[in-house]
């Protein structure tokens, strides 16, 4: 801990008064007299959110700058960069510190109120706090670290709550709660009993919000927040509020229709300069239609009405993330709405039920204007004409209830030439030399086919099922990496 024989040196340095509201004691001025156990939490939405944790100790705030707060339960530490101390008078500041400023942004005070220390060093503090928020026992140490070659500066610390959390029956946050799925199906023949939310055309995606800070992930469970850099803005919203939210990620078009083609522009990009660039031309936005954890509390067996009243409490909104409405019916009207707003359909969810991760349940039924299909890509033919030199069809096949892959027939046409060049790309990397179908196909269904591994899914729209299982007139819409190839079923 740095020497403090001349506490607010450092913070004078660093603070214009002329160009900052904060406090900025002149000096040589009398340092002002506190009940000597304060402390402080401010939220602090810098050019990163974090919370300024301080501590009254020899007529300053000994101060840590906490990216993620203070953790609420022993089973987590939480980064603290210690920085330099703030005169007494910070303990009360809210403003808004310009840009350009040291620690430009808005300071508004989330906790406050007196600690009783149990030990005091240089590298170790040990408190207990009595606050309006924060209750508990916390100690604060120094870990060495080096930073950019230079000896440790003291500034790396961590903290760490020493007791259980306050409020009885407090659960972390899950890693992992895979999306509830609806089924196929008509609307319900009474409307009573169930609540309709619109369909979008967009790719599903789990949000976990822990310290302000936002992880995004797909339907087969991979990592997609570096592709959406946009949505990061709702952790900051959320602030110091711990969720688990599940939702759509949606491009528009210029009606401020839903735009699936747009899209795949978005779901394919990992590197983080290339998805901050098309953050601003092809944006997306997630919309959130359900919470499953809520600071502390799962939620996933409230039933839909009580998950929903919490849901419109947190009152998301923002350029990137919104809470569409859920109506109450008629279900028709809805779903004659969605057809005239350019939508995919509703889905029609009961009241009563429960969230159950991971199933398909009747519980949720979706009502769709055009009929599409999940297909795993098992395999392409050769273009002709136009199409010499890419590929002229898509070889499709989806599972039974049984989990067997059976054939569903093929797909030309709804490509881009672009779509096409990609896909022919990704298609020869996973050649095989024999059918993946236990089945033995027709000669004229298996001619010019070059096989691939049944790894990559897509969507197609189509007409309806032959008598023999095959799609009729299917139109391709994109690739699905957000799902995964065993979870491809015939939806009806």
Do not use: C
């Amino acid at each position: 801990m740095p020497d403090r024989r001349e506490p607010l040196d450092e913070y004078r340095a660093k603070r214009d008064p002329a160009r900052t509201p904060e406090p900025v004691p002149a000096a040589g001025e009398p340092t002002p007299s506190g009940s000597g156990a304060t402390f402080v939490v401010q939220e602090h939405h810098a050019r990163a959110l974090h919370w300024d944790f301080r501590l009254e100790r020899d007529g300053v705030l000994v101060s840590w700058a906490v990216p993620k707060g203070l953790p609420q339960d022993p089973g987590t530490n939480h980064l603290a960069v210690h920085t330099e101390d703030h005169p007494m008078e910070y303990a009360t500041f809210e403003g808004e510190i310009g840009a350009g400023e040291y620690g430009g942004g808005s300071v508004t005070v989330w906790d406050h109120g007196t600690y009783e220390t149990l030990k005091w060093s240089d590298r170790e503090v040990q408190v207990v706090l009595h606050g309006e928020r924060v209750q508990g026992k916390y100690v604060l140490f120094a870990t060495r670290g080096r930073t950019k070659g230079k000896p440790d500066d003291g500034r790396s610390w961590m903290v760490h709550r020493m007791d259980p959390p306050t409020r009885d029956g407090w659960t972390p946050l899950p890693d992992l709660v895979k999306p509830m799925l609806a089924v196929p199906g008509e609307l319900p023949e009474e409307d009573d009993g169930w609540a309709f939310e619109m369909k979008w055309d967009g790719v599903r995606a789990v949000a976990y919000v822990d310290g302000g800070r936002v992880r995004l992930m797909s339907r087969n469970d991979l990592d997609v927040t570096r592709s959406y850099p946009e949505v990061a803005g709702m952790g900051e919203q959320l602030g110091s509020v711990q969720a688990v939210l599940d939702g759509e990620l949606v491009t528009f078009d210029e009606r401020g229709a839903p735009d699936f083609g747009r899209l795949q522009q978005r779901m394919h990009v990992a590197d983080v300069a290339v998805a901050r660039r098309l953050a601003k031309t092809v944006p997306v936005v997630y919309l959130v239609f359900d919470v499953l954890h809520l600071d502390g509390r799962p939620t996933v067996d409230l039933p839909y009405d009580e998950r929903r009243a919490l849901l419109d409490g947190l009152g998301l909104a923002g350029r990137s993330w919104q809470t569409p409405p859920s109506f109450d019916g008629p279900g028709a009207d809805v779903l004659a709405a969605s057809r005239e707003n350019g939508l995919e359909g509703v889905v029609a969810k009961r009241r009563t039920a429960r969230y159950r991760p991971g199933a398909r349940s009747p519980d949720w039924r979706k009502v769709k204007h055009v009929r599409m299909q999940e297909v795993v890509l098992v395999g392409w033919r050769p273009g002709k004409g136009a199409r010499a030199e890419t590929l002229g069809a898509l070889v499709l096949g989806v599972h039974d209830d049984a989990g067997t892959l059976r054939p569903a027939g093929s797909v030309g046409t709804g490509f881009t030439r672009r779509m096409l060049d990609d896909l022919l790309a990704r298609l020869t990397r996973i050649e095989r030399r024999s059918s993946p179908f236990e089945e033995r196909l027709p000669a004229a269904e298996t001619r010019d086919v070059h096989w691939v591994s049944p790894e990559l899914v897509g969507e197609v729209q189509f007409a309806e099922w032959t008598s023999d299982g095959r799609l009729r007139h299917p139109s391709w819409r994109g690739l699905r990496p957000d799902k995964s190839a065993s979870d491809v079923v015939r939806e009806g």
